[in-house]
């Protein structure tokens, strides 16, 4: 297994544990309490337990042999996974929220038990907060310097950033969830509470297509990340055998690359000469990159020159 997904590994067994633990203490609160607010952030809990065993099936399923049928294996599946987590998050925690808020709104009650409400508020936001800790713990290692938000536009590991965006989205939730309660509370108003679990629907769902946007980008087929891509033209271009980059391709198949070169390379003294040079030129890409799998190379001379 590589390091990158023993990291997104961690990072969602992090998370599953989390969310398990507040999901089971925020639905017992909901019935305790009769809040509405309460009851948003536990179907929210649920639904992240749901989509980080989808992850974890993703990265087993990505693990398959390649086949006649998907000669290039099943690396790519986990964006499947992901994007059914981003619709899970949408509809399941999201919009369900945001109904269970309008709910409240027609027939508000007053809560019962408020400050049980808020214990396992407080109780949440810190098992998220652990859970957020372990996904930037991975980004961190491997987002080179950039800014979580660059990262986020640019990583193609689906399911780190579908954890991290859940974990961002979790914590926000229950501040506003416990901001809710609070006012409820002190004002006496239970709409307070149907309107934090509106607030709560429309942040998940907000988080959910941003998710699904970069999601979808990936499962249309991207390049590796930008400082990959140069990285990679650079060492080639370095290369001893190799005059030009004319073209350069690549492609991210899940956790592993594909690569494809249209190059002018220099001369050499016979046609096994220039095989064995390409050769050398693949073997060396490969040996830098090893998540490379494909690497595909055509010599070739630049339009309107010898």
Excluded at 36 to 55: K, P, R, Y
Excluded at 82 to 87: E, F, G, T
Excluded at 278 to 300: G, L, Y
Aim: proline share 3%; glycine share 8%.
């Amino acid at each position: 297994m590589s390091s990158h997904t023993e990291g997104s590994t961690k990072a969602i067994f992090y998370a599953l544990g989390a969310n398990g633990g507040i999901a089971v203490a925020k639905f017992a609160a909901a019935i305790f309490t009769g809040s509405g607010a309460m009851l948003a952030e536990a179907i929210h809990s649920l639904a992240d337990c749901t989509n980080q065993v989808f992850l974890l099936l993703g990265l087993k399923e990505a693990k398959r042999p390649p086949t006649a049928s998907h000669p290039m294996g099943y690396g790519r599946v986990v964006y499947f996974w992901a994007m059914m987590v981003a619709l899970l998050l949408f509809f399941l925690g999201g919009a369900f929220s945001v109904m269970e808020g309008i709910e409240r709104l027609k027939h508000a009650e007053p809560l019962k038990n408020p400050v049980v409400a808020l214990a396992v508020l407080g109780i949440s936001v810190v098992l998220e907060a652990f859970s957020l800790y372990g996904a930037m713990k991975e980004i961190n290692k491997i987002s080179g310097g950039k800014s979580f938000f660059t990262w986020f536009r640019e990583t193609r590991q689906s399911e780190l950033m579908v954890v991290a965006g859940e974990d961002i989205a979790a914590l926000a939730g229950l501040a506003v969830a416990f901001v809710a309660v609070v006012l409820a509370v002190a004002t006496g108003n239970p709409v307070w509470d149907a309107v934090g679990s509106i607030v709560v629907g429309v942040l998940l769902m907000i988080v959910a297509f941003f998710v699904t946007r970069e999601v979808k980008a990936m499962i249309t087929g991207e390049s590796a990340a930008p400082e990959v891509n140069d990285a990679i033209k650079a060492h080639i271009e370095a290369h001893p055998h190799v005059e030009s980059v004319i073209n350069l391709i690549t492609l991210q198949w899940g956790e592993q690359l594909m690569i494809a070169v249209q190059a002018k390379m220099r001369r050499q003294e016979s046609d096994l000469a220039l095989v064995h040079a390409i050769n050398e030129v693949e073997e060396s890409i490969q040996q830098t990159w090893p998540q490379a799998k494909w690497c595909f190379f055509e010599p070739d001379i630049e339009a309107g020159k010898d």
